[in-house]
């Protein structure tokens, strides 16, 4: 009985929206496998592997400013369907460029016993050009949705809805599509590519089709050249003047950070340390999956059981233990388990966090302060995935390719208890329930 009567108030628009983005994360999900096991097998360097994550990080940090006055004049649709169209054109290009250079790749099963490669330079500056190029259309159709969501969706609703969507994004994303990508990738290496592609192209379709029912997709007309100074300046002041959006978004970059140590080589870890196949490396993937889905769909009744600000405090403490335990693991199953509860408690921060930006901030300044959240929540990425990749380079001399890869789990944990002491005075559910009552005042 609430099932229909929750897709009819949510209206045909979110629903266009939800469809598009679980197309399109079944893609990523898919390329998920692909990537990292085209990247080892194109290289066995941890410095090399986390330069490409670094490199497809990047436009975080430079580009998000400009993406957010970008954002604020145009048509956020129109600029969404461009850029999945453009990441399906980069996505066939790799495809290409893998299809005309597999028979000098590796077979993947050699993979987890093989660490001494000589590294393909055609295809890893392939990797890099389009993971850079790929960025820059990701950080501006993401920022876009980011706006996307408020125009079709009533603020009270917000919560429920991106809990739905996370859900659908964590089944499709991890749950269903690494395993999927690892059966693609067995046919062949080249194939996953031009599969994402499509799901680009298809997606694009759908938002094409969709319809404004609560706000504009183009809030706010200006006429004249764009002023990025002033216009990133105003996105920037507002942000920087509000006492809870400011320290979320810096608390937010310093988790970033810290989760990117190991992200940016988890592909050699799980390799070597955990000796995953390619298939094994798929069901670790949906970890993400399971631990995403319980949280899109818990996440909002955790929050109102205990507390926004209690959320946020389990989540920092979960994700950092989490961490310090994978280091100590060798079997593939226990980092399974932990990755599980480590996404729970990541989207059951999204959930209050992301929802609470979405109401706080104003219809014409939504892009350009989101923007700004942005580059400060995402553009400590690539610092932290090359600084992973560093200390794995630095270890690897004194105590072993193994301790090395260890080594920086247990780094991440040891800065994310740091954080939490820290963030955990400052979040807190009395100063979001302000913020919240505050907001709601100058609507």
């Known amino acids: 009985m609430k099932s229909p009567k929750v897709k009819t108030k949510l209206g045909a628009s979110y629903w266009k929206l939800w469809s598009a983005t679980t197309v399109s994360n079944l893609g990523d999900g898919i390329v998920a496998i692909a990537y990292p096991w085209l990247a080892s097998a194109v290289t066995r360097s941890p410095l090399l592997i986390a330069l490409a994550a670094v490199v497809s990080r990047l436009p975080w940090l430079i580009f998000t400013l400009h993406a957010g006055v970008i954002t604020d004049r145009f048509n956020r649709k129109r600029i969404i369907v461009a850029m999945d169209s453009a990441r399906g054109l980069l996505t066939i290009a790799v495809g290409i460029f893998v299809y005309l250079e597999r028979d000098s790749l590796p077979s993947l099963n050699e993979l987890t016993s093989l660490t001494n490669l000589e590294t393909n330079y055609t295809l890893y500056s392939v990797i890099l050009v389009t993971a850079f190029l790929f960025g820059l259309a990701e950080v501006l159709r993401d920022n876009s949705a980011q706006t996307l ?109 810290i989760a990117s140590l190991t992200g940016a080589v988890f592909i050699l870890f799980a390799q070597e340390v955990l000796n995953t196949t390619v298939f094994i490396f798929a069901v670790l993937g949906t970890a993400a999956a399971v631990g995403g889905i319980l949280g899109g769909l818990l996440g909002p ?58 109401s706080l901030i104003p219809t014409n300044l939504l892009g350009r302060v989101n923007s700004v959240y942005r580059f400060f929540a995402w553009g400590t990425i690539p610092v932290g995935s090359l600084l992973g990749g560093g200390l794995v380079a630095i270890f690897e001399g004194p105590f072993g390719r193994e301790i090395a890869f260890r080594s920086v789990y247990f780094v991440g944990a040891a800065l994310g208890f740091l954080l939490f002491f820290v963030a955990t005075r400052v979040l807190t559910t009395e100063a979001i329930d302000e913020a919240r009552a505050a907001g709601a005042n100058n609507q």
Do not use: C
Not at 226 to 232: C, L, S
Not at 318 to 326: D, E, K, Q, W
Not at 328 to 349: K, M
């Open 149 to 257: 969501m408020p125009a079709v969706v009533e603020d009270k609703d917000l919560e429920k809805a991106n809990g739905r969507m996370w859900s659908a994004e964590s089944l499709t994303n991890s749950f269903i599509g690494p395993p999927l990508g690892s059966f693609i990738i067995a046919i062949a290496i080249f194939l996953p590519f031009f599969v994402d592609a499509a799901t680009f192209f298809f997606a694009a379709a759908l938002i094409a089709t969709m319809k404004p029912t609560v706000k504009s997709f183009s809030p706010e007309v200006k006429t004249g050249p764009i002023n990025f100074k002033a216009e990133i300046k105003e996105g920037f002041s507002w942000l920087w003047s509000h006492t809870l959006l400011r320290p979320m978004a810096i608390i937010l970059g310093l988790l970033n950070g």
């Open 301 to 358: 009744k955790v929050s109102k059981k205990i507390g926004s600000g209690r959320s946020l405090a389990l989540a920092l403490f979960i994700m950092p233990l989490g961490t310090l335990l994978i280091g100590f693991s060798s079997q593939w199953y226990i980092v399974w388990v932990l990755v599980v509860i480590e996404t729970f408690t990541a989207v059951l921060w999204n959930v209050v966090t992301v929802s609470l930006r979405q």
